[in-house]
């Protein structure tokens, strides 16, 4: 399955092969076991602007920024764009909820999965649509000497955001390399759409709510049910890697 995960990248992308140097991880539902906290306080806070959403909506915006999921509720409800400031102040409201509920609970696999990342050789780097100084902050203690600031690309330094792929461009310019040599571990179908639309190779884990097909339908080279899965396997993936370049 890795094997054929690989060929079809290389087919569809236009890369004659894969070599990587660093991965690039998502931060939330990846690293973070903290989206069913973004959706609850997403749902509230909507509720409370009385904003059309449902719980679901948030795990399909995953990945955008704060703004732009502003935005698109307003759309949505009110058929106009959000205002700067509606979009200031009921941000902080949300992240004001999401500081409340997090418990900060490391996403289970995930210190394997980095451990492994790190035992085979690869930089690790962090792309994410949050702007939570919360979590953000919080990741050089949870994950020690992996995430420094230098190796992030947040919400403050982007100006669209996932799904479109400049957050992925960055991160692979802040690492130094090219599309094939890096890898994305990513859960949310916009940050697969992101990563895809980067031109890098991704896997995806299904750690939420959503139906495997919404991640695959976004392009997800390869599928895992967690962190625990994946971690466990990257061996064989370094392994398959290695034959894909023999042949
Ligand atoms: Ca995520």
């Known amino acids: 399955m890795i094997q054929e995960a690989i060929e079809h990248y290389l087919q569809t992308s236009n890369q004659s092969f894969l070599s990587p140097k660093a991965v690039l991880f998502d931060m939330d539902g990846v690293l973070y076991d903290s989206m069913r906290f973004h959706a609850r306080s997403w749902h509230e806070t909507a509720q409370h602007h009385h904003l059309i959403a449902?719980?679901?909506?948030?795990?399909?915006?995953?990945?955008?920024?704060?703004?732009s999921t502003i935005n698109e509720l307003y759309q949505k409800t009110f058929h106009r764009d959000a205002t700067e400031e509606e979009k200031e102040s009921i941000?902080?409201?949300?992240?004001?909820?999401?500081?409340?509920?997090?418990?900060?609970?490391?996403?289970?696999?995930?210190?394997?999965?980095?451990?492994?990342?790190?035992?085979?050789?690869?930089?690790?780097?962090l792309v994410t649509g949050s702007g939570q100084h919360s979590l953000i902050n919080k990741l050089e203690h949870?994950?020690?000497?992996?995430?420094?600031?230098?190796?992030?690309?947040?919400?403050f330094d982007v100006k669209y955001g996932k799904p479109n792929p400049e957050p992925y461009l960055m991160g692979l310019k802040k690492a130094g390399v090219k599309a094939n040599e890096a890898f994305v571990v990513e859960n949310a179908p916009m940050g697969v759409e992101a990563a895809v639309a980067a031109g890098i190779f991704t896997i995806a884990v299904n750690t939420g709510p959503l139906e495997d097909d919404y991640l695959l339908n976004a392009g997800a080279n390869l599928l895992y049910p967690d962190m625990q899965t994946l971690a466990s396997d990257w061996k064989n993936i370094m392994e398959a890697l290695k034959n894909s370049h023999s042949r």
């Open 91 to 125: 941000y902080k409201e949300k992240a004001t909820l999401f500081k409340k509920y997090n418990d900060g609970n490391p996403m289970p696999g995930a210190a394997e999965m980095l451990a492994e990342v790190k035992a085979s050789g690869l930089k690790t780097f």
């Open 142 to 155: 949870t994950y020690p000497g992996y995430f420094q600031r230098e190796n992030m690309v947040t919400a």
């Open 54 to 67: 449902d719980r679901k909506i948030f795990y399909l915006y995953e990945g955008r920024t704060g703004a």
